[in-house]
């Protein structure tokens, strides 16, 4: 009984790289969320050129973003997550 109380209060796990906050990051928490876990776009693994046009399917798919709320997304992805821009990675 004690023990099913302390897992049920238990936080889930951070993101494994905390991202960085704008605008961008704030549509992501509220409209790519739905039908997996923010948690699936900041462990992704893509590109600077993959980033839009994984926006754009994610889109199609039937995420709610306007026009100009994709480019701040795009623009966010590209800057903040692209594998290609990340400065200060190792390992490559
Ligand atoms: C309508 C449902 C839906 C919404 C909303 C949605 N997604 Fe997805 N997303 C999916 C599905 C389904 C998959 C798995 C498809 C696959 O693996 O091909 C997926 C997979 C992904 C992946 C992994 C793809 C890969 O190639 O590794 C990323 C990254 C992603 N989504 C980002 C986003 C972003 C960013 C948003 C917000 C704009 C978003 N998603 C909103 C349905 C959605």
Redesign the pocket.
């Known amino acids: 009984m004690l023990g099913a109380v302390a897992l049920a209060a238990q936080q889930p796990a951070a993101p494994a790289a905390a991202p960085a906050a704008g605008p961008g990051l704030d ?2 928490n509220e ?6 876990t ?1 948690n ?2 900041f462990t ?3 590109t600077a050129a993959e980033w839009p046009a ?2 754009q ?3 199609d ?5 306007s026009p100009e709320e ?1 480019k701040v ?1 795009s623009d966010y ?1 590209v800057a903040n997550l692209a594998t290609d821009k990340k400065a200060g990675a190792t390992g490559h």
Do not use: D, P, Y
């Open positions: 549509l992501i409209r790519c969320g739905f039908c997996h923010t699936q776009v992704a693994h893509k994984l926006v399917s994610m889109i798919r039937g995420a709610e973003l994709q997304m992805l």
